[in-house]
């Protein structure tokens, strides 16, 4: 009865310590699967540590990628990210293709701008909730998708802009 008892409690502990070591690593890439086919998405990195944004706001963070380095394909949609922390919000774009190979969808990160991050300003989100936040954000994004600025740039090529956290279509072609 002792040797049971003993067994359950390594097996169990030994379960604890996998489960816990796996939640510390993040997936490099997002597999989603459904009766009939498999989604493969690509990760996006989380921004360095040390992120200093030289923006003052979202607007200004846009205007730059569209005029910074353009993509050297055509990229059919882009998505706007958050990575949310205690301390800070940082929002992000990467343009994004998909591809298809038997019942397999694969979603790639084509292009990564060397903007893509920014950190936003604590004092203008600091003290709206996360519904807040997203709608702000998102209707942030689609004031800028009006702009000139906007219609002018490579991101207008695209088919799509996703605002990923709340799926909200910031743009369609």
């Excluded at 409690?9 to 009766?35: G, R, W, Y």
């Excluded at 990229?75 to 992000?92: A, V």
Aim: hydrophobic fraction near 35%.
């Amino acid at each position: 009865m002792k040797y049971i008892q003993i067994l359950s409690f390594f097996l169990f502990a030994m379960l604890t310590f996998t489960c816990t070591e796996m939640k510390d690593h993040q997936p490099k890439n997002q597999v989603i699967i459904d009766s009939t086919s498999y989604a493969i998405h690509d990760a996006v990195e989380p921004p360095p540590p040390d992120l200093i944004s030289n923006f003052k706001n979202l607007s200004e963070w846009l205007s730059g990628i569209c005029d910074g380095e353009k993509p050297k394909k055509l990229i059919t949609n882009y998505d706007i990210g958050l990575f949310e922390s205690e301390g800070s919000n940082i929002i992000y774009i990467v343009g994004v293709c998909s591809y298809k190979k038997g019942d397999t969808s694969y979603v790639k990160n084509e292009f990564e701008s060397s903007n893509m991050y920014y950190k936003l300003p604590i004092e203008e989100y600091k003290n709206l909730s996360k519904e807040e936040l997203l709608k702000k954000l998102s209707s942030q994004l689609k004031y800028f998708a009006a702009s000139k600025k906007f219609n002018s740039s490579f991101l207008s090529k695209a088919n799509n802009i996703v605002f990923t956290p709340d799926r909200k279509v910031i743009w369609h072609k």
